[in-house]
């Protein structure tokens, strides 16, 4: 019904940058909130940036003054620019999105995930 799509990841760097892209498309009525997480391997998944549907952003504080997350409501499609990445920023990530779908008698909210992409950063 819903599939996010992320694009974008890579290799690069220390201190390069990448631009992740996270597009939503099937039967979509509206996105709430939506996010950016990632996962190191070994470790959880954690949070990186969140956006709300009115522009409202919060991020995790590892990366606070170094990402960007902001969103396309027309393209539902959110962003995430990653600058002066560091090798502890290599991880997969994740978009998530909360979407409103369904037909007009039935619409309900759900939660739904992007395959991952994969940001590498040497130093």
């Known amino acids: 019904q819903v599939q996010l799509v992320e694009s974008g990841g890579g290799l690069v760097q220390a201190g390069g940058s990448l631009r992740l892209s996270c597009a939503a498309s099937?039967?979509?009525?509206?996105?709430?909130?939506m996010a950016w997480y990632r996962q190191a391997p070994g470790n959880q998944r954690e949070l990186v940036a969140h956006?709300?549907?009115?522009?409202?952003?919060n991020y995790a504080d590892s990366v606070k003054g170094r990402f960007t997350i902001s969103r396309d409501n027309a393209k539902n499609t959110t962003y995430l620019q990653m600058n002066s990445l560091k090798p502890e920023d290599t991880a997969v990530y994740y978009c998530?999105?909360?979407?409103?779908?369904?037909?007009?008698?039935?619409?309900?909210?759900?939660?739904?995930w992007g395959q991952g992409t994969q940001v590498t950063v040497s130093s």
């Open positions: 998530n999105a909360d979407v409103l779908t369904g037909p007009p008698y039935y619409r309900r909210w759900g939660v739904y």
């Open positions: 099937g039967s979509i009525f509206s996105i709430n909130a």
């Open positions: 956006i709300s549907s009115g522009g409202s952003t």
